[in-house]
């Protein structure tokens, strides 16, 4: 099984897909990382203000930040790689890093429409 690890920027809910105004590339990444998941990935998402013991205990995220600061996040890990900092990745990249497939339908993300076609923001 794939795995993606995520170390987000401190954010005030788990994902950033909260408040008054969400920022639409979070809401993306969001429904993104669902998309993984219903294919099969692992995703694992941490926020340092509300998981700081796994910037802590993880190499690859304690050695980035250890040089960049919180500047480098979010910081993407797929299988033990970091693939990814100060940016979300595209779902098509998503998919190329774990070796997914993509059809005409997955490869369309909601680009930023709350939680897809569900509407449950």
């Avoid at 408040?19 to 941490?46: E, I, N, T, Y």
Wanted: glycine share 6%; aromatic share 4%.
């Amino acid at each position: 099984m794939k795995n993606i690890t995520v170390f987000d920027k401190p954010m005030c809910c788990s994902s950033g897909v909260c408040g008054p105004s969400v920022d639409p590339a979070l809401a993306r990444f969001a429904d993104d990382l669902r998309w993984l998941a219903s294919q099969g990935v692992q995703v694992k998402r941490h926020n340092p203000a509300h998981d700081a013991t796994a910037f802590m205990h993880d190499p690859i995220i304690r050695e980035a930040m250890k040089v960049g600061g919180e500047a480098v996040l979010p910081v993407i890990v797929v299988d033990g790689e970091e693939r990814s900092r100060q940016r979300y990745p595209e779902r098509d990249e998503l998919a190329a890093w774990i070796h997914l497939p993509l059809t005409s339908e997955s490869a369309t993300s909601t680009k930023g429409e709350c939680c897809g076609k569900t509407n449950c923001c």
